[in-house]
């Protein structure tokens, strides 16, 4: 069973930046994908980015140019730097990784962007 511990949510004002960690029990090069979802209240969840196989990234029009989706072999870490925050970005955000075609997910960690 992986095991995914999420962090760096919070409260920032618009413009603002936060990073987001996801830390997994495995090796994050292990995974034929890792990404970071949100949810905002009475909407579904949506992709934010995601890096697949051979290291393609994929972003959500809404969040290209603004986020930027990295990952670290040293400390098994997938990250998410957010720049630029608007209000509509507020949701709770879940990290998501993929081996032998399941999907495990973070408990998600909550993000609020005040204007």
């Known amino acids: 069973q992986v095991q995914l511990v999420e962090s760096g949510g919070g409260l920032v004002q618009s413009g603002g930046s936060l990073r987001l960690s996801c830390t997994t029990s495995?090796?994050?090069?292990?995974?034929?994908?890792v990404g970071w979802y949100r949810q905002a209240p009475g909407k579904q969840r949506e992709l934010v980015a995601e890096?697949?196989?051979?290291?393609?990234?994929n972003y959500a029009d809404a969040v290209q140019g603004r986020f930027t989706i990295s990952r670290s072999a040293t400390k098994n870490t997938l990250y998410l730097q957010m720049n630029s925050l608007k209000p509509e970005d507020t949701a709770v955000y879940f990290c998501k990784v993929t081996k032998r075609a399941i999907d495990y997910w973070g408990q998600g960690t909550q993000v609020t962007v005040s204007s």
């Open positions: 495995e090796a994050i090069f292990g995974f034929s994908s």
């Open positions: 890096i697949i196989t051979f290291g393609d990234t």
